[in-house]
């Protein structure tokens, strides 16, 4: 595996259920994001972990839960969604450092909360 | 506050046309500059950056970009756009080690 990918590609919950997506980078990189990316919506940055330690969390309600045991996983734990929360979840990682951070993206979770 | 500003929604050029899209940022300090590139369903590839140095910028698949100071803008450009170039393209800015910040992104539509 290269890159970064993410797993699972699809999901559909309902708004009871708890599920888990994976986010695995293979290039060495010490932070990792979640974003969400909505129709017609600008690129939503939800949470920052560098080497391993949260440091940052725009203002994101508390269902989206993120855990990173490593500098190369990352998870996002959902329950109780709500059906606004259906969008494309997207995992990236970058090497941070003071001089621009050049991150790289998985493919994305596309989530469906019935 | 960082910011960054595509003017165009949406985009429609002809295969084999020549390409431009707009990207325009706010900010005092000489900034970190990319593109990337959206196809339907994937995630976002880099293109493209600018963190000093010569100020045109090549990229992946036949894409540059100009960083042009005087007008707060680093468009990207190609000379004849194929149809598999069809997808959505984000300009992100950053400065420092503050992460980058996305533009609303434009949506490139190839006519055969």
């Known amino acids: 595996e290269t890159g970064v990918t993410q797993t699972p590609r699809h999901l559909v919950m309902g708004m009871t259920n708890k599920k888990s997506l994976k986010c695995e980078q293979h290039?060495?990189?010490?932070?990792m994001y979640w974003y969400k990316q909505s129709a017609k919506k600008p690129l939503e940055l939800m949470f920052v972990?560098?080497?391993?330690?949260?440091?940052e969390n725009n203002s994101v309600p508390s269902r989206f839960s993120p855990e990173c045991p490593n500098s190369s996983h990352l998870f996002l734990h959902l329950h109780t969604l709500q059906p606004e929360d259906s969008a494309l979840y997207l995992c990236?990682?970058?090497?941070?450092?003071?001089?621009?951070?050049?991150?790289?993206f998985g493919p994305g979770t596309r989530l469906t909360v019935l | 506050a960082q910011s960054v500003t595509q003017p165009d929604i949406h985009i429609t050029v002809s295969e084999g046309a020549s390409l431009e899209l707009r990207c325009n940022y706010s900010?005092?300090?000489?900034?970190?500059l990319f593109w990337y590139v959206q196809s339907p369903g994937q995630g976002l590839q880099l293109l493209l950056k600018y963190f000093s140095g010569d100020t045109l910028v090549q990229g992946i698949k036949g894409f540059e970009a100009e960083f042009k100071r005087s007008q707060s803008s680093f468009n990207l450009r190609k000379p004849s756009v194929h149809w598999s170039d069809a997808a959505e393209y984000f300009c992100?800015?950053?400065?420092?080690?503050?992460?980058?910040?996305f533009g609303r992104g434009t949506s490139l539509i190839v006519h055969p």
């Open positions: 900010y005092g300090a000489t900034p970190y």
């Open positions: 972990y560098n080497f391993k330690e949260q440091t």
């Open positions: 992100a800015v950053g400065y420092g080690s503050y992460i980058p910040t």
């Open positions: 990236a990682s970058s090497q941070a450092h003071d001089g621009g951070d050049t991150q790289y």
């Open positions: 290039l060495g990189h010490n932070a």
